[in-house]
């Protein structure tokens, strides 16, 4: 169901239904060696001011040069967000004070932005589809940063992010949950990630996001809206919604009014506060840049960028789920990030059955992968022990819970996964004389239980649990529960 007010989205209250109402607009640093008007470095964590050019310090005379590269990558951007990309768009001047800013306007893009409308789909879990609008996407120069925590009683300015090229990605405001805000931001930051324009680490502030929440009852006009500032985290993104929402429907319901305004959330606390009063585009006093001509594109330009795209996140989603028929949420997960992809793509190509690839990767291994906190690529368990070791379950060589100790004794000696079973002695036990043994042993040593389970046969589960103990769960679970079955005369069921 598109865009729609799915009722499992309503916030529940004594007075009525809440409809919640979420558009969000995402800053994304464009991947590139320059900045956006200059030809100073963009590299982060550098010497504070070393890459600072004299257009970023905006001395008096000095004139920005649009670095093509900028413009390619956002023109890219807005053809993997399916978007209108406009061959002809403006600079304007923004302006405003901040000690950050030595301009004292930033260099924007007002009325005529280099992309238009678009679209991001979302796989929720549950299967449900949400499709997100795009309005826009324009380029804007980022500005430097105020550092108050290096002395008492000054505070300094670092122009090293002064003028690196920002992509400014504007939603509709279509988003009806904070589940689906968060996916939202996944989902830009996997494309961005995909195509190369935006490297997407939110810790280095490469990707953040600005809020703009209202409340509103089902099928009503829009409600006033605050917009939370400058978001720098998935979870963060959800939590400030969780909270902002719920302090707007204690305000609505006490008869009180949202007054339109900017809020920031503090991470400590989980709460969101005033900032400042909502400004209006008029108080920019935004005018065509006179500094800059418009930017013109060929046709030519852009379908050669067009013709270069790499497989996106969608599309590969839509290979995924018809080579293999799996479900469109598990498989939203597996393409999120590209390496993600290549490795599942590899386990299956390896001859690992696609469901169960699908269910392993996504579980036991991504499981441990953030357990450890270290990064996808670095994982000690490679694609090919992964083969292996879900081969073995699915021969009946070792069963599923020894398939996980298996995979951690992998993920901590790097051996191989068979050499590791014939040395440990892991090998599932099949045979049934063994088996017999061990059950003979506990029907012997627990009279009483073995007398009670012909009444209740649900009890059965519990031995089968202590033969599995017994055999430290190497023995096969099938022919354990038909051995117990034939000796404590439990009919099949
Ligand atoms: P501004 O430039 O002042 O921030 P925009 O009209 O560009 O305002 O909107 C900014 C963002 O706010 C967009 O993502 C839009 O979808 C969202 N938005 C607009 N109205 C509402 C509303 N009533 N509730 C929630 N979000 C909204
Ligand atoms: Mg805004």
New binding site residues.
Partial sequence: MANSAASSNLIKSETGDWEL?????VHAQVTSKAKLFSGAATKFGAEPNSQVSLVDAAMPGMLPVINKECLAQAVRTGLGLKAQVNLRSVFDRKNYFYPDLPQGYQISQFSQPIVGEGEVVLNMEGGETVRIGI?RLHLEQDAGKSLHDQDPKSSYVDLNRSGVALMEI?????IRSARQAQAYVTKIRSILRYLGTCDGNMEEGSLRA?V???M?RPGAE????T?IKNINSIRFIGQAIEYESRRQIEVLEGGGEITQETRLFDTKTGQTRPMRS????HDYRYFPDPDLLPVELSREFVDRLAEDLPELPDQKTDRFMADWGLDSYDVELLVAEKERADYFEEMVGGGAAPKQAANWLLNQHLGRVNKEGVAFEDAPVTAAANISILKMVDEGTISGKIAKELYDLVWETGDDPAKLVEERGLRQVTDTVAIEKVVDEIIAANPKQAGQVKAKPQTLGWFVGQVMQKTSGKANPQAVNAILREKLEIAED
């Avoid at 109402?21 to 607009?25: A, K, M, R, S």
């Fill in positions: 109402v979420i558009g969000l607009e309005e504007v939603s509709n405001p279509d600005d703009n929440v209202s509103r829009l409600g006033t809206r917009e909502k400004e209006e585009a």
